[in-house]
Structure formats: C-alpha cells, structure tokens
C-alpha cells in the first residue's frame, strides 16, 4: 500500500469540464511533486512545491493549476483540457527537495481521459 | 537524446535471475534510486544507492554501481511471476530527478 493517496483513481472529464485531482501524505514530507505519465513513457515532471510555496513549474500550460492548502494536501486543477492531456497523473512526496537522499514516494496515480 | 538509458524489454524465466542496466550522464548525481511500476499502479520505490557506494543488497535485490562508468544495473535473484512489472532507473540532483525509458520485465513460468 501506497503512504501517498491519490483521488479518484479514475477520471472521466469533457474538455469543457472543471475538475480537481487530490493528494495526500501523512509522512510529514515538506516537498511534493506533481508528474504526468503517457503510456510506455516515464513521468514527467510538471510541478514541485516545497514548504507549500510553488518552487517548480515546468512550463505546464495554464490549463493546470497547482494548489498546496497545506503541507499534507496538494491539488491540481483542471480546466479546458486538451485530447492529448489524457495521462496518468502521479503525485509524489519526499522530506525536502534539494537533497539527493530523500527519495520520493509516488501515489497509484490518476487515470485521466478527456473526450 | 534521454540523460538516463535503459533497454526497453527483459524476459527471463521463474526462478531465474534478472539483471537490468541502466547508463547515466550526470556525474554529480548524488544517489540513483530503482523504481518499480505495475499495471495501473504509480511508482514504487525499491532501493537506492549513495554515489560513493559500489553496492547495495537489500534481500532478493542487488544493485551495483560503476561510477566510472556511470553504469548502474539491478539483480534480481529468483525472479518470480510477480516481478513483471516495468523497472524505472533515476538520477536525481537536487531537484531535477531524471527517469530513463522504463524497462519492462517479463517472467515466463
């Protein structure tokens, strides 16, 4: 069992749709990750927050907005997606950032399709 | 071209061992970590391994370093039917972590 909880697990949305993803840790880690999955591909990185300021954003089209409510939660926000942004999205936590020994733990993820 | 290389398939059979390599550019890469991945699941860690390190056991597993070469493989021993999965080797430097291709594991009964 994963200690990173992603809802839902599935997400069926049209491109007119607003919705949210959910992330959630409870190992008291201070930095947390956002990642997009295509298939046969590995993650790609789209935000970082650290200490629940946005440190991170990898040119991620304004589509998506990340949101840290607090140092346990992490958000993203969709809206007006596109056909193409159907993936796999990961969350992931780690101690800090910065360091190359805090390994980050990853949720199941959310599988997105947009119609 | 990827910073972090892996071969794309791998199959053994049950009981066997399976080795899976993975090449890095990044010489100031602190620690490189193995993540498992299976279908429908997000990434699990397996281990990881300091620089300064050449190798790391941690039961069934063995990864072993060549920084030299900046060449890293994982050794599976007595590879099971539960182990297909795709296996994830990253470089991570700060905040940059570096995912090669994935290498998909097929073990055959």
């Known amino acids: 069992d994963t200690e990173v909880t992603q809802t839902p697990k599935h997400l069926v949305m049209g491109m007119t749709n607003k919705k949210s993803l959910k992330c959630e840790q409870h190992?008291?880690?201070?930095?947390m990750y956002w990642y997009k999955q295509k298939a046969k591909k590995p993650p790609e990185l789209m935000f970082v927050y650290s200490y629940e300021k946005l440190s991170i954003n990898e040119s991620v089209p304004s589509r998506f907005s990340p949101e840290c409510p607090n140092s346990s939660l992490l958000n993203l926000h969709l809206h007006a997606l596109q056909p193409e942004d159907s993936a796999l999205y990961l969350c992931?936590?780690?101690?800090?950032?910065?360091?190359?020994?805090?390994?980050?733990?990853f949720g199941d993820g959310t599988r997105l399709s947009i119609l | 071209g990827e910073d972090v290389e892996q071969s794309l398939f791998l199959s053994v059979r049950e009981g066997d061992s399976s080795v899976i390599n993975c090449t890095y550019t990044d010489s100031s890469s602190t620690y490189l970590y193995w993540y498992k991945q299976e279908p429908g699941a997000g990434l699990q860690l397996l281990t990881y391994i300091f620089s300064n390190m050449d190798m790391k056991q941690d039961q069934r597993l063995t990864v072993l370093l060549n920084k030299k070469d900046k060449h890293l493989s994982l050794r599976i021993a007595d590879t099971q039917t539960g182990d297909s999965a795709i296996y994830f080797c990253?470089?991570?430097?700060?905040?940059?972590?570096?995912f090669g291709a994935g290498t998909r594991l097929t073990v055959k009964p």
């Open positions: 992931a936590s780690s101690q800090e950032t910065g360091y190359g020994n805090q390994p980050q733990h």
């Open positions: 190992m008291g880690h201070r930095a």
């Open positions: 990253a470089e991570r430097n700060n905040n940059d972590m570096r």
